[in-house]
């Protein structure tokens, strides 16, 4: 009995003693301001982190739009190096085309990097150039010449290009095509012989290439078993072409129907962008990529003749071989002993006289096809591609850049880039000669370069 009154007695103090609450309370706040200062902390590391990462992509940005600048400035540097050669025919004689296309094809990586085998002066003038350069980061600056693709807006049919206006007819509902196009692919092999047309040289190619890819991939093949050419073809040129203008093609009808089903409204004026192509019925981004690297949509005076593409071999030359393709490059870009074509008379040559696949008459019939369908052949590139890459820390900033370069041509200069003009009738070969002679001497004049499009990755 008295134990049990004790252990009641012991119980009752320790309820009754309250020193524990004040550390329990104690405890409490503690473990609060901790967790307080902790989500704090963290809070305080992200916005730091955020606000380097900022940084870092601003300064990459700077990067980028500095090297495309630089790039810009190449150009005209370019510009500016070719006018002067073309004024005058003693330095033009001096300076082969390739030499002066270092003026811009040269690639540019910042900081400037060194061979194990660079001397002690060139690796102190680095080191001096990037002290003084006052650039942080790092940048990667390319410029590629694109002037070897097919432009496709020249598929548009332009109403006040290619219609005669009729007073009596303001609408144009009775207008007769003054080059008359029904629109129908002709799927015959031989067909790209006989009509060199913009949309008969895109099936043809793009008929090769998928082909191609059929037979090495066959997953390829079973995502694109039943390709409709012709309507592809069609809802591109209904995409852009003026507004009911394709009233002859036959095809129209069909094309209507495919952009009201997705719906989409067609745009009845030229491509301005490659992604334009992702909206097209049919199109998609396989068949896009295939075509990517001989067609285009930026504007362009001509192919240009050194970077000809083995598919637009085929076009200007459908009677020609694998072998005699492998032939041409290798004659072209032979590293030893490269040839620079100046003109389409140094390809005729190598078609007519070195490899005699056509007779002389049949090549500029052929090139005469290609002129009145609005693509023509040259040496001289006006179409860039600028890639500007900015790196700072571990942010990246890409700008991709399309350039056009305007070319002025001679007065007497052939639209097919050469400067033979016709001769005319009853014109003696002497008088013939001294004006063919006249026409070579007006310099062909480049203007300012000027881009067309940015794309930022």
């Known amino acids: 009995m008295e134990i049990k009154r004790h252990c009641l007695r012991d119980v009752k103090k320790i309820l009754s003693n309250e020193s524990g609450v004040a550390l329990m309370m104690i405890m409490t706040a503690i473990i609060l301001l901790m967790a307080i200062y902790g989500e704090f902390t963290f809070e305080s590391k992200i916005s730091r982190i955020k606000a380097t990462n900022v940084m870092d992509r601003s300064q990459a940005k700077l990067l980028a739009e500095s090297g495309l600048q630089m790039a810009m400035t190449r150009l005209k540097l370019y510009k500016e190096a070719f006018n002067k050669l073309e004024s005058n025919e003693t330095a033009k004689s001096q300076v082969p085309p390739q030499l002066l ?55 548009r049919f332009d109403t006040a290009k290619k219609r005669p206006y009729d007073p009596a007819d303001p609408q144009g509902q009775n207008l007769i095509d003054e080059d008359p196009n029904d629109g129908i692919i002709d799927a015959s092999p031989s067909a790209i012989q006989n009509n060199v047309s913009v949309d008969q040289s895109l099936y043809f190619i793009l008929k090769r290439l998928v082909d191609e890819k059929k037979e090495k991939d066959e997953d390829f093949e079973q995502r694109n078993a039943n390709i409709n050419y012709q309507e592809l073809i069609t809802n591109l040129k209904f995409y852009i072409s003026d507004y009911q203008s394709l009233m002859t093609d036959p095809m129209s009808g069909r094309a209507e129907a495919d952009f009201q089903r997705i719906p989409l409204a067609p745009k009845y004026g030229p491509l301005s962008s490659s992604s334009e192509l992702f909206a097209i019925p049919g199109w998609n981004d396989e068949l896009i990529e295939l075509i990517q690297n001989e067609f285009s949509v930026y504007p362009s005076a001509q192919i240009d003749l050194n970077k000809l ?74 179409l860039f591609k600028i890639i500007s890459e900015g790196l700072y820390n571990r942010s990246t900033y890409t700008l991709v850049a399309y350039v056009y370069m305007p070319k002025q041509e001679s007065a007497g200069t052939t639209p097919n880039g050469t400067t033979k003009p016709p001769k005319n009738s009853g014109e003696s070969e002497a008088d013939y000669q001294k004006r063919t002679q006249a026409v070579a001497k007006q310099p062909t004049q480049l203007l300012e370069p000027r881009i067309i499009e940015i794309q930022i990755n």
Request: aromatic share 10%; glycine share 4%; proline share 5%.
């Open 101 to 155: 296309n270092q003026l811009w094809e040269v690639p540019f990586i910042f900081p400037i990097p060194l061979g194990a085998g660079a001397s002690g002066a060139i690796k102190d003038t680095v080191q001096k150039f990037t002290e003084d350069s006052l650039l942080e980061g790092s940048m990667r600056v390319t410029v590629t010449n694109i002037s070897n693709r097919m432009n496709l807006n020249l598929l």
């Open 309 to 382: 593409t083995a598919n637009m071999l085929r076009i200007l030359v459908p009677s020609i071989d694998d072998e005699q393709i492998r032939s041409f490059f290798e004659y072209r870009d032979n590293p030893e002993q490269p040839k620079f074509f100046n003109s389409i008379e140094d390809l005729k040559r190598w078609v007519v006289e070195i490899e005699r696949i056509v007779a002389d008459t049949v090549f500029d019939e052929r090139i005469e096809k290609f002129t009145k369908a609005g693509v023509t052949f040259g040496s001289n590139p006006n």
